[in-house]
């Protein structure tokens, strides 16, 4: 089995944000909040400083700050999936075996931790017609493919099974965190941010499904997973790549620009990355840009090409 797990790095490719790259956008829309602003220079994670409030909130404190905080972020995605949605193709070479579309759908699945809709406008529509990605448990608008772009952005996809079902003919994405376009039951956005994902998660009965699609995957056996632009800060993720790698022989293949420097975490890591890097059966590192393999890297495609097919 080859499953791909995605993180904010490979919208990177495409010139999404990094979480320090939101970071700064949210200071811009925070303007009217100077105390949350400073805490958030203060914090260099936006994250942390979301999951901050949440707690606080939940304890009494100032539900209006977290209200803030929620909308700057929704306001901040929206910008970036405006991007994506008016983006030409992500495709830049001429090679149909070197296409980015055509690489993505080796894999038997798809988990990704980003909320960001690139794949729904840059990948879903040009995958394999024979067996389509999709997303299971999740429906969007009818006639959403008709809309105009900030009509896509702005219509809401429903969740209508708590328990979906998976298609054997087709390709499943798994977005573990929720989508920035999702609306559940009682019409609420369905997005887990902050330093508490794994409680949104468990709050969730089509997360929790995901999760344990996830678990599932990975602990298969002969399973192969390539991890593109995830920084290993979420202690859930991490828990489960350690305990597949060690029981289940789960082969990892990690693209990223910092490689094996992103087990070594800065003095002030406030988010503890429980993975250690020999838990981890590593068969393959990029520091390359993912994207660059189907440009003019040949050596990194031919790299890529071999993690999939298990030579």
Do not use: C
Not at 53 to 65: F, P, R
């Amino acid at each position: 089995m080859r499953v791909l797990l995605l993180g904010a790095g490979f919208s990177r490719n495409w010139n999404g944000w990094l979480a320090t790259e939101l970071l700064g956008e949210l200071l811009g829309r925070l303007r009217p909040f100077p105390d949350l602003q400073m805490r958030l220079r203060q914090s260099g994670n936006f994250e942390e400083l979301l999951g901050e409030l949440q707690a606080a909130a939940q304890n009494g404190g100032d539900v209006a700050k977290l209200e803030a905080m929620q909308e700057a972020v929704k306001a901040s995605f929206r910008e970036m999936n405006l991007v994506f949605a008016t983006l030409q193709n992500i495709e830049k070479s001429n090679d149909r075996q070197k296409s980015v579309a055509i690489f993505l759908t080796r894999f038997d699945a798809i988990f990704t931790l980003n909320q960001d809709l690139l794949l729904e406008f840059q990948y879903m529509p040009y995958g394999d017609p024979y067996r389509p990605a999709y997303l299971p448990g999740v429906t969007r608008p009818a006639n959403w493919s008709s809309f105009q772009s900030n009509e896509k952005v702005d219509a809401p996809w429903s969740t209508i099974s708590t328990t979906p079902s998976l298609d054997p003919n087709a390709q499943p994405i798994f977005k573990l965190h929720g989508s920035a376009n999702w609306s559940d039951a009682s019409n609420g956005n369905l997005m887990v941010l902050g330093t508490r994902k794994h409680v949104g998660i468990l709050g969730s009965p089509l997360l929790s499904a995901y999760f344990d699609e996830f678990k599932r995957n990975i602990n298969h056996g002969k399973t192969r997973i390539m991890v593109v632009g995830y920084s290993f800060s979420d202690d859930h993720i991490n828990t489960e790549l350690a305990y597949a790698s060690t029981n289940s022989g789960l082969e990892t293949y990690i693209v990223d620009p910092k490689g094996l420097e992103l087990f070594a975490p800065p003095p002030n890591q406030t988010i503890g990355k429980m993975i250690r890097l020999q838990e981890l059966n590593i068969v393959g590192v990029s520091t390359r840009a993912f994207s660059s393999a189907f440009k003019d890297d040949d050596l990194q495609f031919r790299s890529f090409d071999t993690f999939v097919k298990g030579a």
